[in-house]
């Protein structure tokens, strides 16, 4: 009986004239799906924290530069050995790199550049381009290929080591003297180091080879294995301290700054009522 009279229902409904130009399946905008936000002011102690850590931070006065000691000893063993550079972000590893690189097209080589991600190379395509001459840098990833005659190959490394096993099969060599691995460490991903295993394992000896890292781990067994693998001799350079130091903070819902930590270097207990919010909200959205 209750069916029947839902069918009555839908079919009086459906019956009913429909305003001019309206639609029968018409959707409303949903209600707001959490309560409006209270801003808590911070107190003058929180206030300090946060201009501690703002502190010191915008671009710096611009000076001649000066590369580093490990930047030229790594710049003089590529010339005869592969080298693996492990230093933190910011210390200029690409910078030895590009300079090896302006040696070798002014020798009249060629080279590639490998990245683990499309974004980073074509951020290295439109930088090298610049720095080197468009009509001397080509690109090749899953999604461009441009220029690919050019003396400098930029490109993911899944590409580069697709290229090695074509020149195995076919019986050819591989247009390049020189490649560098960016983001070496990828050679421990799960899903995606064995294309870096690959591509250290099929290029040939000939190919000198620049890995560049900032967080691989055990570096002098890494460079043995490469050193077996490929018989040549590779020199394990590590850059000094980070030049850019590291802050790490939390922003909250309304918008407000808190140190991860405090003035003694220990967890900043401010934090926690934010933990207690996120686990507040949880339940209520469980209910």
């Known amino acids: 009986m209750p069916r029947s009279d839902n069918r009555d229902r839908r079919r009086s409904s459906q019956d009913r004239p429909q305003p001019k130009g309206e639609r029968r399946d018409k959707r409303f905008f949903a209600g707001e799906s959490s309560s409006a936000r209270i801003v808590t002011s911070q107190t003058p102690r929180q206030v300090r924290a946060v201009e501690r850590?703002?502190?010191?931070?915008?671009?710096?006065?611009?000076?001649?530069?000066?590369?580093?000691?490990?930047?030229?000893?790594?710049?003089?063993?590529?010339?005869?050995?592969?080298?693996?550079?492990?230093?933190?972000?910011?210390?200029?590893?690409?910078?030895?790199?590009?300079?090896?690189?302006?040696?070798?097209?002014?020798?009249?080589?060629?080279?590639?550049?490998?990245?683990?991600?499309?974004?980073?190379?074509?951020?290295?395509?439109?930088?090298?381009?610049a720095e080197?001459?468009?009509?001397?840098?080509?690109?090749?990833?899953?999604?461009?290929?441009?220029?690919?005659?050019?003396?400098?190959?930029?490109?993911?490394?899944?590409?580069?080591?697709?290229?090695?096993?074509?020149?195995?099969?076919?019986?050819?060599?591989?247009?390049?003297?020189?490649?560098?691995?960016?983001?070496?460490?990828?050679?421990?991903?799960?899903?995606?180091?064995?294309?870096?295993?690959?591509?250290?394992?099929l290029s040939p000896p000939r190919i000198r080879m620049l890995l560049l890292s900032a967080t691989v781990g055990r570096a002098e067994e890494f460079a043995a294995w490469i050193g077996e693998i490929r018989g040549t001799t590779v020199r394990v350079i590590k850059a000094g301290p980070r030049p850019v130091e590291l802050r790490a903070a939390y922003i909250s819902r309304d918008l407000q700054l808190f140190p991860l930590f405090g003035e003694d270097g220990k967890y900043n207990r401010d934090l926690d009522q934010f933990a207690k919010q996120r686990s507040d909200g949880f339940r209520r959205r469980r209910r």
């Open 53 to 129: 850590l703002l502190s010191g931070i915008g671009v710096p006065e611009p000076k001649p530069f000066k590369p580093d000691s490990f930047q030229l000893e790594a710049l003089a063993a590529i010339e005869t050995e592969d080298v693996l550079v492990t230093a933190p972000t910011g210390s200029g590893k690409t910078w030895i790199a590009r300079e090896e690189i302006r040696r070798m097209l002014a020798a009249g080589k060629r080279a590639w550049y490998t990245t683990p991600l499309k974004a980073l190379t074509n951020s290295k395509y439109t930088e090298f381009g």
């Open 132 to 201: 080197f001459g468009p009509e001397n840098v080509g690109i090749l990833t899953g999604d461009r290929k441009e220029n690919t005659q050019a003396p400098l190959i930029v490109g993911t490394t899944e590409i580069y080591r697709n290229q090695l096993f074509d020149a195995l099969r076919e019986g050819s060599q591989v247009e390049a003297d020189f490649v560098v691995l960016d983001e070496a460490h990828y050679l421990s991903d799960e899903e995606r180091g064995h294309v870096w295993e690959e591509s250290i394992i």
